[in-house]
């Protein structure tokens, strides 16, 4: 082993905004001072009481991913174990996520758009 993952970047046009529906969402602390980042207009954290750490920055000419069209390709996702998918699929609407696929009933996941538009899914477990 060489590394350890620090972090998860994701590129967005408000990296405040997106912290804040992450951390609705995975709980934690926005914008926490760590010797690693300088925080600012154009960047953002997120420390999950995990010890997992999204960082979020700025693009001004942000183009979001439209899953699943080949030409803006989601570029990576993230599944979030939950144990209701009804009542995890209104809490992350609530917080400003989209429906991109909801599936069959009994399907065990569903995708969704983050603000910026990041797919993740909701995985029952």
Not at 85 to 113: F, H, K, M, T
Request: net charge negative; glycine share 8%; proline share 10%.
């Amino acid at each position: 082993m060489i590394a350890e993952l620090q972090c998860v970047v994701l590129d967005c046009p408000d990296p405040l905004r997106l912290a804040g529906f992450y951390r609705s969402l995975l709980g934690g602390t926005v914008d926490k001072q760590d010797r690693r980042w300088a925080l600012g207009d154009d960047w953002s954290t997120l420390h999950t009481p995990s010890g997992l750490v999204l960082a979020f920055q700025r693009v001004h000419d942000y183009w979001p991913p439209r899953w699943p069209d080949p030409s803006r390709p989601q570029q990576f996702h993230l599944d979030f174990g939950v144990p209701d998918l009804d009542q995890a699929q209104a809490q992350v609407l609530a917080w400003g996520a989209a429906v991109l696929d909801e599936g069959p009933d009994g399907r065990g996941w569903r995708i969704y758009a983050d603000p910026a538009g990041h797919p993740f899914c909701l995985v029952r477990h």
